[in-house]
Structure formats: C-alpha cells, structure tokens
C-alpha cells in the first residue's frame, strides 16, 4: 500500500516550458488535492477534485490547470512555466467522511530558471 | 469562509520542555481539527486530530485541547525530545466540506 505517489521528485524548468505533475493513490480516496508550498506561506490550495471526471479551483488556481480522468490519478498542469511557480508541490487524497485527515505525497520540488 | 491564525510561527525549547501551539478559526461551524507535523524535506504527516464534540485528546506526549466557545484550539506537547523539531500545522474544516483550512505553521526547534 504505497498512499499517494508523486512523478517527479524533483525538475528543474526554464521559463515557458510545459511539464506536468502526476499524482497517483491507492487508498480508493474520493478527494484528492494539489498544494504548493512556499517559505512562510503555509500550504495554499491550488485545485482540487471531488471525485472522478471533476475538478474545481482554489485559493491560487492562476497559471495551473488540472485533470482527474481516474478515480485513483491527478494531474497537475503547468502550460508555460513562470520562476514565481517555482515551489514545493504537495500532492493529497482524503476519504469520503468529511472528518478525515489528509493523506499527502512526498512532494515534487519545481525550479523554474 | 474560514480564517485560522497561527502562533508562534517560530518556537525554540530546550529537550525536555514543553511546547504549546495555538490556533484560532473564525467559523463556528468547525468541527474537525488536525494536526500535522512536517519534518525537513519531508510530507506532512496526521499526528493527532479531535472532532468538536471532544475538548481533549491525548497519545503518549502530544495532546489537543478544543475551546469551542473561544474558538481556538491548541497542540501541547511535553517532554520535548530532538526529533520533535519540525513545522507544525493546525487546520481547522466544516461538516460537508472536504477542503480544510491551514494555518501558516510553526516551526518548533528543540535544542538538546
């Protein structure tokens, strides 16, 4: 039972450049979640998706796009990369009960040059 | 929507101490409160929650306390060890809502 996988561990992007981010759980979750992480800001939703073909924006969605097309895998889109995206990019699934905790990813490290 | 304030954002113990996190949230509808804990390059990780209807949890050295009226709730921990030394965050979510709201996080460092 591997929890929530993330694709890659780290990347390093030059400004304009696509990549996506990939996001997989074992854990039959309904919701799963996108972060990023930056010094001294917490963690801030970027999209989120509560079930299988549904996605829904955040509190800082600009310049990301998503796709849940399988239950158990979420993408995370980056069309033309910008270094103010440069981050720590925490992936997380949650069960159906609303008083579950988050389960999250090891994290994917994105600079953008 | 809801707010929920952290502090300290930065707290430093001497091993054996113990160390108190406070969060507030705004709506009173809250009823589940985590805690995660985050060590250096690493995830977060649950390392307690508790649901309105409870004031006080504890497992071994880390308990929650739930002041539902003044709308804050807290992260004690006591006999402070190195390995404690990580970012703590508190998130305070609502009956029906799947998105919880984070505080900014602490991050406790515990001198030997």
């Known amino acids: 039972n591997a929890g929530v996988t993330q694709t890659p561990k780290f990347r390093v992007l030059k400004t304009g450049q696509s990549m996506t981010l990939l996001c997989a759980q074992d854990m039959n979750h309904e919701y799963m979640y996108w972060y990023r992480q930056d010094p001294g800001m917490g963690l801030r939703l970027i999209h989120y998706?509560?079930?299988?073909?549904?996605?829904a924006k955040g509190e800082v969605p600009d310049g990301y796009n998503v796709s849940r097309l399988k239950k158990q895998n979420f993408l995370l889109g980056l069309e033309s990369a910008a270094p103010s995206q440069t981050s720590v990019y925490f992936c997380a699934s949650s069960g159906l009960d609303s008083n579950q905790p988050q389960h999250f990813g090891d994290g994917t490290r994105l600079s953008i040059l | 929507g809801e707010n929920v304030e952290q502090h300290p954002s930065t707290l430093s113990v001497q091993e054996g101490d113990s160390a108190v996190i406070k969060c507030t949230y705004s709506?009173?509808?809250?009823?589940?409160f985590p805690w995660y804990k985050q060590e250096l390059g690493k995830r977060p990780q649950l390392i307690i929650d508790i649901r309105s209807n409870v004031g006080e949890k504890k497992d071994q050295r880390i308990a929650v306390t739930l002041n539902k009226t003044a709308k804050h709730f807290s992260l004690h921990i006591t006999e402070t060890q190195p390995e404690d030394s990580a970012v703590y965050f508190c998130?305070?979510?609502?009956?029906?809502?799947?998105?919880?709201?984070f505080g900014r996080g602490t991050s406790l460092i515990v001198h030997p």
């Open positions: 709506d009173s509808a809250s009823n589940y």
């Open positions: 998706s509560v079930g299988e073909g549904t996605t």
């Open positions: 998130a305070a979510s609502m009956a029906g809502s799947y998105i919880p709201t």
